[in-house]
């Protein structure tokens, strides 16, 4: 930390001395505050800082009409006008990136609720929906549905990392608040909390603005300020390690925001875009909003008071506005895109001008509360990364359906509590009736058919967005629906009330009793016998499993997910098949010496002449245990009281020996016994869930941990085994003849490295798995030249 004195010099040469005017009214525990606070300062920027701050102010708002153009229909999709099939293909596309857990959503919640008449961050703001929700809650439980629906579409365990962008103003609370409610059910360690960096605000003539006699009046560097905090905080590295590819970033006001949008991360990835943009068409040409368009050829934002009135006017053939494409802070990047920015254009943003009512320390310490703009406060927008992508594209989407922003307090005229609290009951009212639901208004009436058409439900829409009440009082939770699907089967024929809750525990009544009457009329109706309404409220229940189970099986065998987990059970089966088959097969018994006489030598006078003469007599060998004759190569084994033929082990294993007749198939379990094992493994090793400390990381994956070193300790053992069998096998020896080949009368002659069964590595291996006739090992012994002991 720097001195009182380098402060006083960076200061001056700055040329904000004024700074430290209350210097010495300070007491020791307020100096020490305020020097950490100047230290953290870029002093040496901070005369560029604010003489740049005034010359913004003073310069007036460009004028753009004669340089700007449409963004080309080429790069255009939309909600409203795309095929039915192309919104179905991104969705597809959407999920699958989803159930990879390759996207995440970032939250850009740095502001305050001041304009909201709270102190608290707007993600804690309740808007006086039947619930209760806050919008933090709602966002979290969407991120819940849209993991579900991805995990139960694909098959697989899924995460989408949430990352919240907070000011000095917001980062505590916001903790603390997510604490409190237990993160909302999801996993701590995929909710990523960082602070953006803060700038101070400046006077109109140039001067860092006091907010006390020892503190600075400090201002988030507005949301474009995401992406110096990216790398202040290291969250690309967090992405990339948790495999994050795509983010999608919102702010937190837009209390219908879709979080993880499947179509439009479809539809990105679909177009192999870097960057995009959701749109909705301006409501009216004077709408003061930002409009998404090309200046000079290069994709950015205009704002509204950068165009003329006639150019905001303007209108194409079909009558709609040719600048109509709205900005409402909804974006998907490529995490390779954000590191392009962060390593190389995030000096190159531009600076806006905030004029701000800024409370002060007048010079003589009294604090005043200004009535009207005294400061300036630079901000970077989010969106003044969009000339830097090399495939800019934009996604129409339905107003109604998807930005209800909450900006002020009741009483406004646009964006208040009221406003977003009726665009979402609207929206749920739509959602309901579309499912085939009966309402109820707030006197017990049903809702007329003529409200239940399209027109009159997007109608009740805008009334909403306008701060009209919907017809009914009706709430889904995110948690049993994220955009109206699934409701069919809960609310088709139904006639419900208002006000009404559609939360997890509602739907799950539904589900059970598909027979139960809601409103007070068919409750009057007569009912069959409680035991056949049960036995008939089951047997729908179980039905609807089935068919709903039938129909994701099909869909998954449509698109191929069903090979990788039919094969593996495949495999275990038969590595599970081979096991019982090696265990109980007879490996070669020599049971009597009638059976086995054509195997000794001798015996027939065919086999005598296929044997060639040698200058040693041949030696009989009799097995000291059963007093049978072996054939050559045969043993004794003590455990099975048997002398098996080729004898190569007795494998505890499998509980039998290892022999002539099922060797072969006992490498051949082995080979699937291993692939069985190393698919598990990639199972367990895909199913590791990320965690920014070890401790959080083996809390989450202790269980799955275990397992797999289990399953890898396994894999080595099991790969020892085949390799060492099959190194063997190409030697054409065995195990026994390896070991004890100074105690085998027909080896303990031969050379060290002499095997007078090896006929070469391919007709070994050939002899061993293709050959299925039993070989007569004297025949091979004598006709290698080697003479019998």
Known sequence: MLSFEQLKQRLESAGQPHVLQFWSELCEEDRDTFLQELSQLDLKGLKDHCEGAVRAADSPSANLDQHIQPVPPESIGSVRKSDKSCLAEWENEGLLQISQSRVGVLLLAGGQGTRLGVQYPKGMYNVGLPSGKTLYQIQAERIHKIQELSNRKHGCKCTVPWYIMTSEFTLAPTKKFFKENNYFDLDPSNIVMFEQRMIPAVTFDGKVILQGKGKIAMAPDGNGGLYQALVDNKVLEDMK???????????????????????????????GADCGAKVVEKAYPAEPVGVVCKVQGVSQVVEYSEFQPQTAELRGPGGELVYSAGNICNHLFTRAFLQDVAEKFKDQLKQHVALKKVPFVDSCGNHVKPTKPNGIKMEKFVFDVFPFSRNFVVFEVVREDEFSPLKNADGAATDTPTTARNSLLAQHCRWAMAAGATLLDEHGNTLPPAARSEENLLIYSLRASAGDSPPTQWEISPLVSYFGEGLE??????????????????????????????????????APPEAARDALTCCDHVQKCVRLRLSELRKQEETGQLVQPVLFVLLVLVSVLLYFAVSLMDPGFILSEDSDLQFTLGVTEEQQDMIPPTTKSLRQRRCGHCLLQQPMRSKHCQTCQHCVRRYDHHCPWIENCV???????????????????????????????????????????????AVAVLVALLSLVVLLLLGSHLYLVSLNTTTWEFMSRHRISYLKHCGADENPFDRGTFHNLWGFFCVWGTVVWEQVYFREGSDQV
């Open 241 to 271: 390690k948790r495999g994050v590819e795509y983010l999608h970033v919102y702010c937190v006001d837009n209390i219908l925001v879709k979080m993880a949008d499947p179509v439009f991360i479809g539809f990105c990835v679909s177009r």
């Open 659 to 705: 022999g002539e007749r099922n060797h072969r198939w006992f490498v051949l379990y082995l080979a699937i016994q291993l692939l069985v094992l190393l698919w598990g493994l990639h199972i367990a090793w895909t199913g590791f869930n990320y965690a920014p400390t070890w401790q959080l990381w083996l809390r989450t994956n202790g269980m799955l941990l």
């Open 489 to 526: 089967k809960l609310l088709g024929g139904r006639t419900l009330p208002t006000p009404f809750i559609l939360d997890e525990k509602r739907a799950k009544e539904l589900q059970a009793h598909t027979r139960t009457v809601l409103t007070d009329a068919e409750s009057d109706r007569a």
